[in-house]
C-alpha cells in the first residue's frame, strides 16, 4: 500500500487475477465483486522490492485469500502505524520528490472533477504513468 497507494479497502478485495507481477503492476477493478469510492478502475505500480515481497507472502499464503480483512486489521491493532498511514506515506513521498499532481491523483484514484487542465487536457497513456511512478517513487 505504501509504494502503490491503494486505498484498505481496494486491498481486501484483490485476487491473484489483479496482480501482473511481470510488470509490476496492480489493477484496481471495479465490478460486482470490487467496488470503488470513485467508481472507476485504475492501474497502479509497485516497486521491485514490493513485488520481492508480494511474492513471498503470495507462496507462504497459497490456499488463503489473498489480503483477508479481519486478519490485516487484527495485525494492525497493536501496531504503532494505521493502515491508512501507508496511503499518506505514498501521497507525502511522491509530493516530496516533486512528483506530478495529476500522476499523483491518477494513481491514487482522486476523483478529477474539480480540475479543468486534469479533465480536458491531460491524458497518460499506462506506459507514460509508469514512467513517471518510477521517477518519482524510485528517486
Not at 490485516?72 to 502505524?81: D, G, I, M, V, Y
Not at 494513481?107 to 474539480?114: E, Q
Not at 491531460?122 to 524510485?138: P, R
Request: net charge positive.
Amino acid at each position: 500500500m505504501s509504494t502503490s497507494g491503494i486505498r484498505d479497502k481496494e486491498c481486501f478485495q484483490l485476487t491473484l487475477n489483479d496482480i501482473d507481477l511481470t510488470n509490476n503492476r496492480i489493477y484496481i477493478r471495479c465490478d460486482a465483486t470490487h467496488t470503488q469510492k470513485v467508481g472507476q478502475e485504475r492501474i497502479v505500480f509497485i516497486t521491485d522490492s514490493a513485488k520481492y515481497s508480494l511474492v513471498k507472502y503470495i507462496q507462504k499464503n497459497k490456499n488463503r485469500k489473498l489480503f483477508n480483512e479481519s486478519t490485516l486489521t487484527r495485525s494492525f491493532n497493536k501496531a504503532p502505524l494505521r493502515m491508512k498511514d501507508l496511503r499518506k506515506w505514498f501521497s507525502q513521498n511522491w509530493s516530496r520528490n516533486n512528483g506530478s499532481d495529476i500522476a499523483k491523483h491518477l494513481l491514487m484514484g482522486h476523483s478529477l472533477n474539480n480540475d479543468v487542465d486534469a479533465m480536458h487536457y491531460c491524458s497518460l497513456t499506462e506506459d507514460e504513468l509508469h514512467k513517471i511512478y518510477n521517477k518519482v517513487i524510485e528517486n
